[in-house]
């Protein structure tokens, strides 16, 4: 099992970006699956999840700008973010479970994580 995020990059305040998240090896639409994102010398902060059902969760400082969607044809799970500002500036990760729902938001109960793409907005 193996996941391989793409879609980070430098960004300017107030623009919009598209991370990807493709799965091999397992279906990602049968497990919860999560967006994390994590600065240097700072935990890693739960940002979005989804379930098997297609149920979504966002942190509250996300909700309204990220949405997650998926596409089960090509085992991709997407974290599209509008409005970006410097806060969010950091290594995004995908991550599944070795189940199908969520519960929780704590990095721990997730099996898979992918490599991290950098995200970097400036003012």
């Known amino acids: 099992a193996r996941l391989l995020e793409s879609g980070g990059g430098s960004v300017q305040a107030g623009g919009s970006l598209r991370l990807s998240c493709e799965g091999s090896?397992?279906?990602?639409?049968?497990?919860?699956r999560a967006w994390f994102r994590q600065n240097p010398g700072t935990d890693r902060e739960w940002v979005a999840d989804i379930d098997n059902k297609g149920s979504t969760r966002y942190a509250e400082s996300v909700k309204g700008r990220f949405t997650l969607s998926q596409d089960n044809a090509k085992n991709t799970l997407d974290l599209n973010i509008d409005n970006l500002n410097s806060e969010d500036t950091a290594i995004y990760y995908c991550?599944?479970?070795?189940?199908?729902?969520?519960?929780?938001?704590?990095?721990?109960?997730?099996?898979?994580w992918g490599q991290g793409t950098q995200v970097t907005v400036s003012s």
């Open positions: 090896g397992f279906p990602l639409s049968m497990h919860c």
């Open positions: 991550a599944a479970r070795g189940l199908p729902f969520c519960d929780g938001t704590s990095p721990k109960h997730y099996n898979y």
